[in-house]
């Protein structure tokens, strides 16, 4: 989630919490059951798609950020959402060198101006893997 200290600073840390359920809401109604999705800590979430391409983990992770930014949060404002992408095996045979390509796709979408989802380019057929998190020198 894009600032989300900003959220907790000027609406209190009741109505941050109350955003990050709205944003969870989001992700679980958009994510398949054999999905796995969780929150990570802070802004931070996860989530592991089996069997996902790069090209389906990347629509779904840009209507997740579409939604979210759609509908209005309890503070009453949208919510915007930075994704980096990944896909395994295409990106790394080991969960932490999937979790770091997706992560460094994320840096690249929060430096290129937040609200946008970004990939590790290729479109090979395997597991998607997103993660949104950290900040582009902020």
Known sequence: MDHFKNVNDTYGHNKGDETLIHLARI??????????????????FVAVLPKYSLLE???????????????NSPTGKPITVSIGVAVYPEHGSH????????????????????????????????????????????
């Open 57 to 71: 983990g990347t629509e779904l992770a840009e209507r997740i950020r579409s939604k979210a930014e759609s509908v």
């Open 27 to 44: 992700l679980k109604a958009e994510c398949r059951k054999e999905d796995f999705v969780c929150r990570l800590g802070g802004e931070e």
């Open 95 to 138: 969960f932490d060198n999937v979790f770091q390509r997706a992560d460094e796709a994320l840096y690249k979408a929060k430096c290129a101006g937040r609200n946008r989802t970004m990939q590790q380019p290729d479109d090979k057929p395997g597991s998607s893997f997103f993660y949104a998190r950290g900040s582009c020198g902020a």
